[in-house]
């Protein structure tokens, strides 16, 4: 073999022991739970370098001693044929724990295989584990396996060998370390310990033992040795009988830590997650996620609710159909409610407010009939409209609670990662905005009501959607006094949170929306004089089309009638398209008081929808 090849072995070996040694620690974890533990408790409870919870899982997955029950991981000794004899099934966990064990813990670990009391196995145990030819006492309710023993029951080395399954072959590597290791009388662990550190490598335990008894036959006792050994820290008892020196511990957590870099390097638990298969979410699991929501003071979100329970992340490839599932399966679940891509809410905590329009929006119905008979303000049938006019109600800054149209791609926002937001008089009055402005599935489509968190350099504020109502709720707060009384402009923004969004305002206006305050008072003057004197929209339009002799666009002129009255957008483009009086010119709205007299197209009439 030559030296690089001896290095490579060496490397092997000290990889396999690391990976051995964290498997032992795993298995003290796991043998203190009575059910499968999470990954992240897992590696919450271990406390050794270079075992971060990726090499963690790497060292579960690949170990025969672990098996994985719904992502959680059990002893694997735990699933046996309980029609065994039972000496066969102790013999079983004893090896699969590697190390001498407490009779609380086989007491333990029996009832969970038998489904008995611990406390039947606990005054059982001792009767069977006092045979000296199975067992031996490690110390005080402490067992390990007899087979684990040197056999010195002969004074010839070559029974010793043969009674104790050891062959030449395995003793050869290790007899120059042996000659040359300080053995001292009555001191076998000070003789091992030198040896080992001779060694360089984890040893046999019976090899260990063997070399003990033959530098010093008389006084050896195998039992005693054992015992010893095991509770001391000089000495790293290990899975299958190895024993190696104590010092070793650093060397072995160097080797994790290269074993982590290394795992960095291949594909990204992601497609790991992808190879396992879909994530299902079991019984228990909506039962521990039922608590977090309802233990929850505010939103219990998505990816802390799959992390803990499900220990799954976002950007993992399963994690959506983790989501997915998880949505699916609390749908029906009455004690929740899911309020969004990302978060649930008790139902408790869902404001009444958000299930009502607040009466300032809205639209009243009114009747105007003249001393001659003529019904005023008539809405038209679409086809009866101004054919400019059928695309400007379809703008969605005119549209309104209770008087919108589904948006279609012409008229609808870019879905992208921001929406515009034009905010109107009543709306900023109310603390509300209208979701007619926003496209259908910026929020997602589903549920019907959403809770949001809005952002705004530190600040914080929760916000309701309900599809129902058509209104985003608590949004008072964010309209700052600054802001004009209509026609502010902000954006929602996406961030890295699906149930968290940026508020943007920068002091930007729409001039179709955008009303000055000196325009506003006189708007509110003629609207006290609306309601005072009964006057119909009609003469509403003209009052503020008279203001603007060169013309006025629909947007605008539908504004300040609305801050006047509350009405349909389509009521004022059928008046605009009703009366000689009103024409378009240039893609603005004028009003010739001289051609009033004609009075209403007659048209029209067959255009007016029936009451």
């Known amino acids: 073999m030559t030296t690089a090849q001896a290095e490579q072995k060496m490397a092997d070996l000290m990889e396999q022991t690391a990976r051995v040694y964290l498997e032992d620690v795993l298995y003290d974890v796991l043998l203190g739970h009575d059910e499968p533990v999470k990954t992240r408790d897992i590696v919450a409870a271990v406390k050794v370098a270079g075992a971060n919870q990726r090499v963690i899982k790497e060292v579960l997955s690949s170990s025969n001693r672990f098996d994985q029950v719904e992502r959680r991981w059990n002893l694997a000794a735990r699933t046996v044929d309980t029609q065994r004899p039972m000496q066969k099934i102790i013999a079983q966990v004893m090896d699969a724990c590697g190390r001498p064990m407490t009779l609380a813990e086989m007491a333990h670990e029996m009832s969970l295989i038998y489904e008995r009391p611990a406390e039947h196995f606990e005054e059982m145990l001792p009767r069977l584990l006092s045979n000296s030819e199975y067992y031996f006492a490690t110390g005080e309710d402490m067992y390990g396996r007899a087979d684990w023993l040197l056999v010195t029951s002969s004074d010839d080395e070559g029974d010793v060998m043969f009674d104790s399954f050891i062959e030449k072959e395995e003793l050869s590597p290790y007899t120059s370390h042996a000659a040359k290791a300080k053995w001292v009388p009555d001191e076998p662990l000070t003789g091992a310990l030198d040896f080992l550190k001779k060694a360089k490598a984890p040893v046999f335990g019976r090899i260990l033992q063997f070399f003990a008894w033959r530098a010093d036959p008389i006084s050896f006792d195998a039992a005693e040795f054992y015992t010893a050994l095991a509770h001391s820290d000089d000495f790293l008892l290990l899975y299958g009988q190895r024993v190696a020196d104590g010092g070793i511990r650093e060397d072995l957590g160097a080797q994790l830590n290269d074993l982590g870099k290394r795992l960095e390097e291949m594909p990204s638990e992601g497609e790991e997650e992808q190879a396992e298969g879909p994530v299902e979410v079991t019984e228990a699991d909506v039962d521990e996620i039922v608590r977090m929501i309802l233990a929850e003071q505010g939103p219990a979100r998505a990816e802390d609710l799959l992390d803990t329970v499900l220990e799954v992340a976002p950007g993992e490839k399963a994690y959506q159909g983790a989501l997915q599932s998880l949505i699916e399966t609390l749908r029906n679940e009455p004690r929740v409610q899911w309020v969004g891509d990302g978060r649930w809410r008790t139902p408790e905590a869902i404001p009444e407010y958000i299930n009502e329009v607040p009466a300032s929006l809205a639209i009243p119905v009114y009747s105007f009939v003249t001393p001659e008979g003529e019904v005023l303000d008539q809405e038209l049938e679409d086809e009866g409209l101004d054919s ?187 008046i605009l398209s009703s009366y000689h009086a009103f024409y378009r010119k240039e893609n603005v709205w004028r009003y010739d008081s001289e051609k009033w007299s004609k009075g209403f197209n007659k048209t029209k009439r067959k255009h007016i929808k029936k009451a």
């Open 388 to 574: 400019g006019l059928r695309s400007d109600i379809m703008n969605p800054v005119v549209m309104d609670i209770g008087d919108e149209d589904p948006l279609d791609k012409k008229h609808a926002q870019p879905l992208g990662d921001r929406q515009k937001c034009v905010v109107k008089y009543q709306y900023k009055e109310a603390g509300t905005f209208p979701l007619c402005q926003i496209n259908p599935e910026f929020f997602g489509t589903e549920p019907a009501i959403i809770n949001v968190t809005l952002v705004d350099e530190g600040v914080r504020r929760e916000m309701w959607l309900n599809r129902g109502t058509r209104l985003i709720y608590d949004m008072k707060d964010w309209y700052k006094t600054e802001m004009p009384v209509s026609g502010a402009v902000f954006y929602v923004e996406k961030t890295q949170k699906p149930d968290e969004f940026r508020f943007v305002y920068t002091g930007e206006t729409d001039d179709r929306l955008f009303v000055q305050p000196a325009r506003l008072l006189e708007l509110l003057e003629l609207k006290e004089k609306a309601e005072s004197q009964e006057m119909p929209t009609t003469d509403i339009i003209i009052t503020i089309m008279e203001r603007y002799k060169q013309g006025i666009e629909f947007a605008p002129l539908f504004t300040e009638v609305n801050l006047v009255r509350r009405c349909s957008r389509r009521l004022v483009a059928s």
